[in-house]
């Protein structure tokens, strides 16, 4: 098996570029009608991914009789909410220790556990909703697979210890416990989060399109929003699909507007250096006999990684898949968002050697799917939710490609704040979180480029040294902005 991770597999060259969770939708995504003219409303919301169909959802539950409507470039669900991992996780990529300086380790550890019951609101909705996400929480279990990284698991759970986790939330694992999890190659031991769920992400966006839908919430899709001030979204002539509209340009006016557009915000007039887009590229094996997961683990299906620096993240679906995706060379020059990229086959290539090398199990199994897709990350890397009732300018995201859970909480907080209910969630330390702008050209280039190049050397001397690289993490620290 380990000479099979050396060579490429030939299914690689045939397998679909389209999302794997898009692709096997039955019947297909068909996009709705886009606007047609100017429209007032009482709520607009620029973005039909998880961030703005949350908020509609909780928003339409506290305040039935609002106008609100969701505006969306492609269809709900097109961008990060429908090509993910699928990780409901109950973590924010902000550490605590950031959310405990901007306000006290007891609010810190309130916002914490805010996301992890947000791992758990999101299953109550969909069976409320009747909407069939194959969600299942079974954790998520991370193995460290060399000295150095299993130091870090050590110098984690000391942390969250301190910060009054409890063994069911979060547990260090030896090395036999791990394996039972993830038979992966080379552990040393683990640790398993508890709030944590999988999910098929696409059916999930889509599934809470149609309930806000039915809830009254207007849906246009195909509608290019190229703007967001003065109380109005400005919508481009055209659709996204190049379909004219009978009237040319025109407006969506409301008193609130809401920007839940994630990396997709550079394309909104004047905000290009507000979110960093970067990609995040996956593949998916063919469905494997059961025998297989009995050497694997994964019995109760927990999404999976191991501990290197650069983010590796795995599932196994309901059909028995593994879908498995790491970060690799993710930054476009002057933040561009290209389609072409989300197909990179030699990134493809790297990924399916690091799975192939971390569960050689699954070296032999064809690859049906490879794609990719962009992820939004703020300049101090902590994901928030910003809402001034003044303006009526509401924008929420930045949860750097860990947002499926975060989104939930998110949404439903952005909702409370608009229909200006004083919850446990609205003065959660996260509220009111801004950034500055990242660099200008070329310096962020050059800073990304710069980190995750550091960040992959890192984590290669380390499996080949067995000693930690400390100087070099803590470089590319920096230049990621040092949270």
């Given at each position: 098996?380990?000479?099979?991770?050396?060579?490429d597999?030939?299914?690689l060259?045939?397998?679909s570029?389209a999302?794997?969770?898009?692709?096997?939708?039955?019947?297909p995504?068909?996009?709705?009608?886009?606007?047609d003219?100017?429209?007032?409303?009482?709520?607009?919301?620029?973005g039909g991914?998880?961030?703005?169909?949350?908020t509609?959802?909780?928003?339409?539950?506290?305040?039935?009789a609002?106008?609100v409507?969701?505006?969306?470039?492609?269809?709900?669900g097109?961008g990060?909410?429908?090509?993910?991992?699928?990780w409901a996780?109950?973590?924010?990529?902000?550490?605590v220790?950031?959310?405990a300086r901007?306000?006290?380790?007891?609010?810190?550890?309130r916002l914490?556990?805010?996301?992890?019951?947000?791992?758990?609101e999101?299953?109550r909705?969909?069976a409320?909703?009747?909407?069939?996400?194959?969600?299942?929480?079974?954790?998520?279990?991370?193995?460290?697979?060399?000295s150095?990284q299993?130091?870090?698991?050590?110098?984690?759970?000391a942390?969250?210890r301190?910060?009054?986790?409890?063994e069911?939330?979060?547990?260090?694992?030896d090395?036999e416990?791990?394996?039972e999890?993830?038979?992966?190659?080379?552990?040393?031991?683990?640790?398993?989060l508890?709030p944590?769920?999988v999910?098929?992400?696409?059916?999930?966006?889509?599934?809470?399109?149609?309930?806000v839908?039915?809830?009254?919430?207007?849906?246009?899709?195909?509608t290019?929003?190229?703007?967001?001030?003065?109380?109005?979204v400005?919508?481009?002539?055209?659709?996204a699909?190049?379909?004219?509209?009978?009237r040319?340009?025109c407006?969506?006016?409301?008193?609130v507007?809401?920007r839940?557009?994630?990396a997709?915000?550079?394309?909104?007039?004047g905000l290009?250096r507000?979110?960093?887009?970067?990609?995040?590229?996956m593949?998916?094996?063919?469905?494997?006999p059961e025998a297989?997961?009995?050497?694997?683990g994964?019995?109760?299906?927990?999404?999976?990684?191991?501990?290197r620096?650069?983010v590796?993240?795995?599932q196994?679906t309901?059909?028995?898949?593994?879908?498995?995706?790491?970060?690799?060379?993710?930054?476009?020059?002057g933040?561009r968002?290209?389609?072409a990229a989300?197909?990179?086959?030699?990134?493809?290539?790297?990924?399916?050697?690091?799975?192939?090398?971390?569960?050689?199990?699954?070296?032999d199994?064809?690859?049906?799917?490879?794609?990719?897709?962009?992820?939004?990350?703020?300049?101090?890397?902590?994901p928030?939710?910003?809402?001034?009732p003044?303006?009526?300018?509401?924008?929420l995201?930045?949860?750097?490609?860990?947002?499926?859970a975060?989104s939930?909480?998110?949404?439903?907080?952005?909702?409370?704040?608009i229909?200006?209910r004083?919850?446990?969630?609205?003065s959660l330390?996260w509220?009111?979180?801004?950034?500055r702008r990242?660099?200008p050209?070329?310096?962020?280039w050059l800073?990304v480029r710069?980190?995750?190049?550091?960040?992959g050397?890192?984590d290669?001397?380390?499996?080949?040294?067995?000693?930690?690289?400390?100087?070099?993490?803590?470089?590319?620290?920096?230049?990621r902005g040092?949270?």
């Amino acid at each position: 098996m380990a000479a099979a991770a050396d060579s490429d597999p030939w299914s690689l060259e045939t397998a679909s570029t389209a999302p794997l969770w898009i692709d096997r939708l039955d019947p297909p995504v068909v996009a709705r009608a886009g606007i047609d003219g100017d429209l007032d409303v009482d709520v607009a919301i620029v973005g039909g991914g998880f961030s703005g169909l949350w908020t509609a959802y909780y928003l339409k539950r506290l305040e039935p009789a609002l106008h609100v409507a969701v505006l969306e470039r492609h269809h709900c669900g097109f961008g990060a909410s429908g090509r993910n991992g699928g990780w409901a996780v109950g973590e924010l990529a902000g550490s605590v220790a950031d959310y405990a300086r901007r306000s006290s380790p007891t609010e810190s550890r309130r916002l914490v556990r805010a996301v992890f019951d947000a791992v758990d609101e999101i299953g109550r909705v969909a069976a409320a909703e009747g909407i069939d996400c194959d969600y299942a929480k079974g954790g998520t279990i991370r193995v460290a697979r060399t000295s150095p990284q299993a130091e870090r698991q050590i110098a984690e759970m000391a942390e969250a210890r301190s910060f009054g986790l409890t063994e069911d939330e979060i547990r260090l694992l030896d090395a036999e416990e791990a394996r039972e999890q993830l038979n992966a190659t080379g552990v040393r031991s683990g640790i398993l989060l508890g709030p944590s769920a999988v999910v098929d992400p696409a059916r999930l966006a889509l599934g809470l399109a149609c309930a806000v839908e039915e809830a009254g919430v207007e849906i246009y899709e195909q509608t290019r929003a190229t703007g967001a001030d003065g109380g109005a979204v400005q919508i481009a002539a055209e659709g996204a699909r190049g379909s004219p509209m009978s009237r040319g340009r025109c407006e969506v006016r409301a008193p609130v507007i809401v920007r839940a557009t994630e990396a997709y915000t550079r394309d909104l007039q004047g905000l290009r250096r507000d979110i960093l887009p970067v990609y995040s590229r996956m593949i998916a094996t063919e469905p494997l006999p059961e025998a297989v997961f009995d050497d694997i683990g994964l019995a109760n299906r927990p999404s999976f990684a191991d501990d290197r620096r650069m983010v590796t993240y795995g599932q196994r679906t309901a059909d028995n898949r593994i879908a498995f995706g790491a970060t690799g060379a993710p930054y476009s020059f002057g933040s561009r968002i290209v389609p072409a990229a989300e197909a990179h086959l030699p990134m493809h290539r790297r990924i399916w050697r690091v799975l192939a090398e971390m569960l050689p199990q699954v070296a032999d199994a064809r690859i049906t799917h490879r794609w990719g897709g962009v992820l939004g990350i703020p300049r101090n890397w902590l994901p928030g939710v910003r809402f001034d009732p003044r303006t009526g300018e509401g924008v929420l995201g930045g949860y750097v490609g860990e947002g499926v859970a975060a989104s939930n909480l998110a949404g439903r907080t952005m909702a409370e704040l608009i229909a200006e209910r004083d919850t446990e969630r609205t003065s959660l330390p996260w509220v009111g979180v801004s950034s500055r702008r990242w660099e200008p050209e070329p310096l962020r280039w050059l800073g990304v480029r710069a980190s995750r190049a550091l960040l992959g050397a890192a984590d290669q001397r380390e499996l080949r040294s067995d000693r930690p690289e400390r100087l070099m993490s803590g470089v590319a620290r920096l230049l990621r902005g040092g949270h």
